[in-house]
């Protein structure tokens, strides 16, 4: 199907971020904000089903696929795209880092439009790429912390295309047939290479790493895309869910939780919560039913709001103040009421108190873990489940760290100096995510409404029901445990310091191991590039002067037995040595 509808958006959009680079600061970061605010009309108008198809390198390719799930990914994408250019240009971010940022954009829309496996990988590592440049823009930390990105992405889209490969060679095909990735090597593989996109525990270090060392606008773009668009291909690969996904995503939310309690570096603090929060979606497409995969959805939807928005109320703390750490903070509410609104909003959003959006979307993946997890679950406590539990515990550790974050930074102590406020670029971008999330908390149908799936169908099981009585209790129980747990821990964690992660030992062994496999590999190629050398030399004497060869042979005496013998062990040993020098050659 073919048509000025159908062009692939991530062409337009790449296009943009070209002339973004180039064009006036002003002028650029204006286009930029239309054109990824395009993407949220194109999104609601075009109708499921509308698909590009093309032929790329002798297989079927499908560049542009909408269905319900891809048009949910749009909106969002526009939306938060078109707010974060415009916190880029308020916060004197160069129009080349959000060029970079633009085509950051570019391909996770190509990702999650595509049609086929093929198509997917393609964007899926431009993504990588675009988001590596947008990292190393900023020089300083930034850079190392992009090589070890972008040397763990690399690592994870090779899985992945080891999981399309092995796909291609049972199905026959790189399109999306709905069914999933292909059981078995293929599904193994898929699941880890998206796992490092969406940061399962253990491939998770790059998040907090990398997220905090760049500008402040471009953490606002990082913390979206990749993450999302992991979770979008995870729901792709497995479309029925797994119970060892499920089980992932409740230990993410656990884990992520826990690490975030322990900073005080705002950004590294939000970056552990990414991890946290999208261990939600994770859990949700695990579970596979109706709730969980339209609770998922809703999450990411939802997610990606608040999430921009606590890294935007961090970025002006940082902008204004200079300062990173929550130590150095305090009492800035009096002197930033519009950014301590911003965050108070952000932060009741993420931790799911009642009236704001996290509260409705949490809602739906803890009511899938409860009802539609039950045969599958491993362990039971009582009427809950473990997956359940995990994802509770979860939300009692966020309302602990978001009241330790706003504690430190707003509303403890009293600010030395005169501190302003968001200017007014970065005061509309923050205003206008915070009524969003008011809006799809308390307007619930606004959400439903534009989900995938139907989590209210009457013809569901346990159909999902936001404002009961028990579900806000539920979310004012887990407010409470929060403020106690934060106030129980509250002087034990103020005396910590950098606590550790995993990358404080795997980050030390790739650099040496890879250094070492460097160096020995040159060392290597030396030893045999001189055995080569010689051995053509060798070679090169015995063809052109074969007689001064037979007189190093020649024997002094009448017993030629032994000359004889250590002439033919030479000639012997010569020639083994071209045949392994041969052989090594080929080998490398």
Not at 574 to 580: H, N, Q
Request: glycine letters at 12%; aromatic letters at 12%.
């Amino acid at each position: 199907m073919t048509g000025l509808a159908t062009v692939p958006p991530v062409f337009v959009l790449l296009a943009v971020a070209l002339l973004v680079a180039v064009l006036p600061r002003r002028v650029g970061h204006g286009l930029g904000v239309l054109a990824t605010g395009a993407l949220v009309p194109w999104s609601l108008s075009i109708s499921a089903g509308v698909y590009h198809d093309v032929t790329f390198l002798g297989f079927d390719a499908v560049l542009l696929n909408v269905d319900e799930f891809s048009r949910l990914m749009g909106l969002i994408f526009g939306i938060i795209g078109a707010v974060a250019v415009l916190y880029s240009l308020a916060s004197d971010a160069e129009r080349v880092q959000t060029a970079f940022a633009l085509s950051y954009v570019a391909t996770s829309v190509g990702a999650v439009f595509a049609g086929d496996w093929l198509t997917l990988i393609f964007f899926w590592e431009l993504m990588a790429v675009t988001s590596t440049l947008l990292v190393w823009h900023y020089g300083g930390k930034a850079i190392r912390a992009g090589f070890r990105y972008a040397l763990l992405h690399g690592l994870g889209g090779s899985l992945l295309m080891g999981a399309i490969l092995w796909h291609y060679s049972v199905a026959g095909t790189f399109l999306f047939t709905g069914d999933g990735i292909a059981a078995g090597p293929a599904a193994i593989l898929a699941a880890l290479g998206i796992g490092v996109n969406v940061g399962f525990v253990g491939l998770h270090t790059w998040l907090p790493d990398t997220y905090p060392r760049p500008h402040i606008a471009a953490s606002v773009f990082l913390c979206v895309f990749t993450t999302k668009t992991g979770v979008y291909g995870m729901y792709r690969a497995f479309p029925d869910g797994h119970l060892l996904i499920a089980y992932m995503g409740g230990a993410m939310a656990v884990f992520g939780v826990f690490y975030a309690l322990l900073q005080n570096d705002m950004r590294r603090l939000l970056s552990y919560h990414i991890q946290s929060q999208v261990g939600y979606m994770v859990a949700g497409v695990g579970i596979g039913s109706v709730l969980g995969v339209g609770g998922a959805f809703a999450h990411v939807f939802n997610h990606i709001l608040y999430k921009a928005l606590l890294f935007m109320t961090a970025g002006v703390v940082i902008y204004r103040t200079g300062e990173e750490s929550l130590k150095k903070l305090g009492g800035l509410a009096r002197e930033m009421p519009v950014t301590a609104g911003a965050f108070s909003v952000a932060a009741l959003s993420i931790a799911g108190f009642p009236g704001f959006n996290g509260f409705v979307s949490k809602g739906i993946v803890i009511s899938a873990s409860h009802y539609d997890f039950k045969t599958e679950a491993l362990v039971h406590v009582g009427e809950y489940t473990g997956l359940e539990l995990l994802l509770l515990l979860g939300g009692v550790g966020t309302f602990m760290s978001f009241i330790k974050f706003g504690y430190y930074a707003f509303f403890h102590g009293e600010h030395d100096g005169e501190v302003r406020d968001a200017n007014r670029g970065q005061s509309v971008a923050m205003v206008v995510v915070a009524v969003l999330c008011v809006v799809y908390g308390l307007y619930d149908a606004a959400l439903f409404s534009i989900l995938p799936v139907d989590v209210t169908a009457e013809s569901l099981a346990h159909p999902y029901k936001t404002y009961t009585v028990p579900h806000v209790a539920e979310g004012v129980v887990l407010a409470v445990l929060g403020l106690i747990g934060f106030y129980a821990t509250k002087k034990p964690l103020s005396k910590l310091g950098r606590v550790p992660d995993l990358d404080r030992i795997y980050n030390p062994a790739v650099f040496y191991g890879a250094r070492g496999l460097v160096l020995g590999t040159i060392r290597l190629y030396g030893a045999v590039d001189r055995v080569a050398v010689r051995t053509a030399t060798t070679a090169t004497a015995v063809a052109t002067h074969p007689e001064r060869v037979a007189e190093r042979f020649e024997p002094s005496n009448q017993d030629d037995g032994p000359v004889t013998l250590r002439a033919g062990i030479g000639l012997s040993v010569l020639v083994l040595a071209l045949f392994v020098t041969v052989g090594l050659i080929l080998l490398f």
